[in-house]
């Protein structure tokens, strides 16, 4: 069974850049049939996807965020990580790692709170 799980720091100050790691286990991120993706949930708001990162490394992002975030992986520890740059209070969410096949997130990890303030 897979499992995921989110860290990171749970403050950020605006216009810095977040970064958050997701390490996987019961899955190899580079071997798998998943892709890895990154999902958030501001307060009191919808779910946004964020991105996917496939098993060989290429990369699909949300069009209204793609000139900030960049998802990377990290083969020896089997995780990825998430960076999301020029962060501003908008960006104050829940942040949640998943794995994804066939149109449906099938794993999720537990979730990391990131707040953007000075």
């Known amino acids: 069974q897979v499992q995921l799980r989110e860290s990171g720091p749970g403050l950020v100050k605006p216009s810095q850049t977040l970064s958050l790691t997701c390490t996987v286990s019961g899955d190899s991120i580079t071997a798998s049939v998943n892709y890895w993706s990154w999902i958030r949930q501001p307060p009191g708001k919808t779910f946004e996807w964020i991105g996917h990162?496939?098993?060989?490394?290429?990369?699909f992002y949300n069009p209204a965020l793609k000139d900030r975030a960049s998802i990377t992986m990290d083969t020896s520890k089997n995780q990825f990580t998430l960076q999301l740059t020029s962060v501003n209070t908008e960006d104050t969410a829940t942040y949640y790692c998943a794995s994804w096949r066939h149109g449906s997130f099938t794993s999720w990890g537990r979730g990391t709170q990131v707040t953007v303030s000075s």
């Open positions: 990162i496939k098993p060989s490394a290429d990369t």
